[in-house]
């Protein structure tokens, strides 16, 4: 079993255009200590690079969710697999997300962070897909927005591959 792909966003364009949003980050919260939250696995390869490019104190935490299973469209079912080790109480949350599909994850993400009282929460993602949206989420960061297309690529998965990919991939057959 095997798919096709072809670039859609090259490595060094979304390693540039993620030190745009870390020196936009890095002034947004100027003075504030950011507590980054990556939403696992998809959003690890984002966190590490986007981390890098924020100069103001960070520390990270790690969240895993499952929305999906191995399909490829959304089945609203979003549980928690992995909690955050540390409190959020009082401080200033980054959600680092891969993608934003429908929202589904996202909204309730947002839901359950938001009763543990943090200070603020925003959310940074990689890739946004507006015209797949279902739940409005708030978004504060994106790096671009796609059209509806399955990619892969740079933390994101086909039936849990193509993660490592250094850059952005458009699936085009699935054989
Ligand atoms: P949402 O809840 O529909 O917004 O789904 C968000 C999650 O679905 C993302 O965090 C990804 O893990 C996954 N996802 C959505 N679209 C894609 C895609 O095109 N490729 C790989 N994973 C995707
Ligand atoms: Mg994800």
């Known amino acids: 079993m095997g798919i096709s792909y072809r670039t859609l966003i090259g490595s060094e364009e979304t390693i540039k255009r993620i030190e745009e949003l870390g020196k936009e980050i890095s002034k947004d919260y100027e003075g504030k200590e950011v507590t980054t939250i990556c939403v696992l696995k998809g959003g690890v390869m984002f966190m590490a690079e986007l981390a890098k490019n924020i100069s103001v104190p960070l520390t990270m935490d790690f969240m895993a969710v499952s929305s999906y299973g191995n399909e490829t469209s959304s089945t ?3 549980k928690i697999i992995k909690d955050l080790d540390e409190s959020i109480e009082g401080k200033d949350i980054l959600i680092v997300e891969d993608i934003i599909d429908s929202g589904r994850t996202l909204s309730y993400l ?3 962070l938001e009763e ?3 200070h603020s929460i925003k959310i940074c993602t990689l ?3 507006p015209e797949r949206r279902i739940v409005d989420v708030a978004v504060d960061y994106v ?3 796609i059209p509806d297309e399955f990619v892969i690529g740079y933390g994101l998965d086909y039936q849990q591959n193509y993660r490592n990919l250094p ?6 057959q699935i054989n």
């Open 127 to 129: 890739l946004d897909k």
């Open 110 to 112: 947002m839901k359950l």
């Open 143 to 145: 790096g671009f927005s």
């Open 167 to 172: 850059y952005i991939a458009v699936v085009d």
């Open 116 to 118: 543990r009282k943090p």
């Open 76 to 78: 609203g079912v979003v």
